[in-house]
């Protein structure tokens, strides 16, 4: 309690208890509680011109709109186009001296455009605090703070209740993508992989692509050092390749493959079609290996010309080195 | 009774998120506090909703600092303005990775006191200021950039991603103070890294200060880890050692070229046994 009664002390040295001066408390209160019926609720802005001093100062003055009187009511009509019935609620109002705290919350129907989103139809309900000062009777000074952030949540729909802290995320919500929808396509040897999740989507969990692979081509013996990989054959005669174990799997549709780290593995085409596999990978990432190294191009359907000549092995394998990855090259 | 409500929101401010002693919070809030604002995932009630912010701030802005702008006060209640000033040094907030900015921003509640413990609040933060400024474009080659830089690659060495080196590190990275045997550029410096992650766990190194100016960059910060492997011949003590360490980074072309970097390696070998402590008397 030591620490208290020396806050208690400092306290009343701070807030000068001496002289603080007449009181217009009560009639301040009265002010804001006129001035939020008329001037918000009613939309009544010849009241702002009677209330605001003409020098008044916002400091927290939405960004864009004007100093002053003009901006105090370009606010009001933004706010009141968008939402027409806003009814706030002052669910505190303090005085003291010549500052008044007010906790409020306002209720209203999107109807019209709001920061870039055209009406929902949503009723909608948020938190604010404003601090102010009055002198000589008008509002000479604000402070204050709405929960906009939760607000847009409200009208982006995910159906929250109003939170003071709110957190964007990709993960609070379930995403879905449609069949040629690709996060970074690309084609290496042969092979075209639409990245359907990046490290970026999954908090670097896992890396998933879809792979098509023609005739004959395939991926070179390989060794992962860090992740393991998985396969779900959706088309197409494959050859598996365990290349630690010296063993050969023949292997087609609704086959499941695992892949530990630490294994060399390849895989072929072996059949006369076009073959397409499910590929998951563990921790996520690949995606940037197959962007150094092999083609990147937008449209699925038109992919660029294959380059032409030799590849260019050792070029592949430094990149791969940074992946972790070891090939197994001509050179050895 | 006003007297008390904003004394005790006073030591709240200046003790437990000024300077981190949140032992005190038995003796300003009361067990059974509500916030009616606490963020989500959090926990709304008892002394593990107030720790909760604060450590949250504080854990992604080290340097936190707020400052009472307004106290008003009425019956048992008193509502607070206040300025947050503070360095984006640490973990990542709403999302965003440490970017080095220094931001600043309001926030204002109402508390309620009974039988002289603050038992309810409700909470505004103005977060949508704090997300611009943490999402502001900032100019290449800016102080602010390279204090970003030094930022983010100090936070990969955090997290152990060292491939995200490439980003912010040139390859003929210059470490002026290169342990024994340490290979040349980015790669020796990666080595290094191994070297203390191996021997001590979840290592977090935070920056307490940082400060840019032409070319250069200097951290002042504490690293912390669990000693849970061999270091330097030491076999684990399974003890959380914290130790200090001070960094210069030069900067140039928007990679980072130059280190100077000392820890406090006595301190540390102290703290594991490798070297005696010397007694008090």
């Known amino acids: 309690m030591d620490s208290i009664n020396r806050a208690l002390q400092a306290e009343k040295i701070w807030s000068g208890e001496t002289n603080p001066g007449p009181d217009h408390s009560d009639k301040n209160i009265e002010l804001v509680k006129r001035f939020f019926e008329e001037v918000w609720n009613k939309g009544n802005l010849s009241l702002v011109d009677e209330v605001l001093a003409p020098d008044y100062e916002d400091y927290n003055r939405p960004p864009g709109t004007p100093r002053g009187l003009k901006g105090y009511k370009a606010n009001v009509n933004m706010i009141r186009s968008a939402f027409p019935d806003i009814r706030f609620t002052l669910d505190q109002v303090f005085a003291e001296n010549d500052h008044v705290a007010i906790r409020l919350t306002g209720h209203g129907t999107h109807k019209g455009n709001f920061m870039g989103i055209p009406p929902t139809g949503k009723q909608v309900s948020f938190g604010g605090m404003t601090f102010i000062r009055i002198q000589d009777g008008k509002v000479a000074e604000r402070w204050g703070i709405s929960d906009i952030p939760g607000l847009m949540q409200q009208l982006g729909g995910n159906g929250r209740p109003p939170s003071a802290i709110q957190v964007k995320s990709p993960y609070d919500h379930v995403s879905f993508m449609g069949p040629k929808d690709s996060k970074s396509t690309t084609r290496v040897l042969g092979v075209t992989n639409l990245c359907k999740a990046t490290k970026d989507d999954t908090r670097g969990i896992y890396s998933l692509f879809v792979s098509t692979v023609p005739p004959g081509e395939g991926v070179p013996i390989h060794t992962h050092w860090k992740e393991d990989e998985a396969y779900y054959l959706l088309e197409g005669e494959w050859e598996l390749y365990d290349d630690t174990n010296k063993e050969t799997m023949t292997l087609g549709p609704e086959n499941y493959v695992y892949v530990p780290m630490r294994t060399s593995h390849g895989f072929k085409n072996v059949g006369d079609k076009p073959g397409r596999l499910v590929l998951i990978i563990t921790p996520g990432g690949l995606e940037g290996f197959f962007e150094g190294i092999g083609q990147v191009f937008d449209d699925p359907d038109n992919p660029p010309p294959a380059p032409s000549g030799p590849p260019d092995f050792a070029r592949a394998a430094q990149i791969a080195a940074k992946y972790n990855i070891t090939f197994i090259t001509p050179e050895g | ?281």
């Open chain 2, 1 to 281: 009774m006003s007297d008390i409500a904003k004394s005790l929101y006073r030591t709240f401010v200046e003790e437990v998120i000024n300077k981190a002693k949140y032992d005190l919070i038995p003796e300003i809030f009361a067990e059974d506090y509500l916030d009616h604002n606490a963020p989500p995932g959090a926990p709304v009630g008892g002394y593990d909703a107030i720790r909760a912010v604060p450590i949250m701030f504080r854990g992604a802005f080290p340097d936190v600092h707020f400052v009472i702008e307004d106290m008003i006060s009425q019956d048992d209640w008193v509502a607070t303005r206040v300025t947050g000033n503070a360095s984006h040094l640490g973990k990542p907030f709403m999302g965003i990775e440490p970017t080095g900015l220094r931001v600043s921003w309001s926030s204002m509640g109402f508390f309620r006191v009974a039988n002289g413990r603050i038992v309810e609040h409700y909470g505004q933060p103005d977060l949508g200021s704090l997300h611009a400024q943490l999402t502001r474009k900032i100019e290449p080659g800016s102080l602010d950039h390279n204090r970003f830089i030094v930022s983010r690659y100090v936070y990969a060495t955090n997290i152990g991603e060292l491939d995200r080196f490439d980003e912010y590190v040139d390859p003929g990275f210059v470490d002026h103070n290169a342990l024994p045997g340490q290979r040349p550029g980015v790669d020796g410096l990666k080595d290094a890294y191994r070297m203390f992650s191996s021997a001590f766990s979840d290592l977090w190194y935070t920056f307490e200060d940082l400060v840019a100016e032409n070319d250069k960059v200097v951290g002042r910060g504490v690293i912390e880890g669990k000693h849970t492997g061999s270091f330097m011949g030491v076999p684990p003590t399974n003890k959380v050692i914290r130790w200090t360490g001070t960094r210069i980074f030069r900067i140039v072309n928007q990679k980072v070229t130059d280190g100077w970097i000392d820890l406090d390696m006595f301190g540390m070998m102290m703290q594991i046994g490798a070297i005696p402590v010397p007694s008090a008397s």
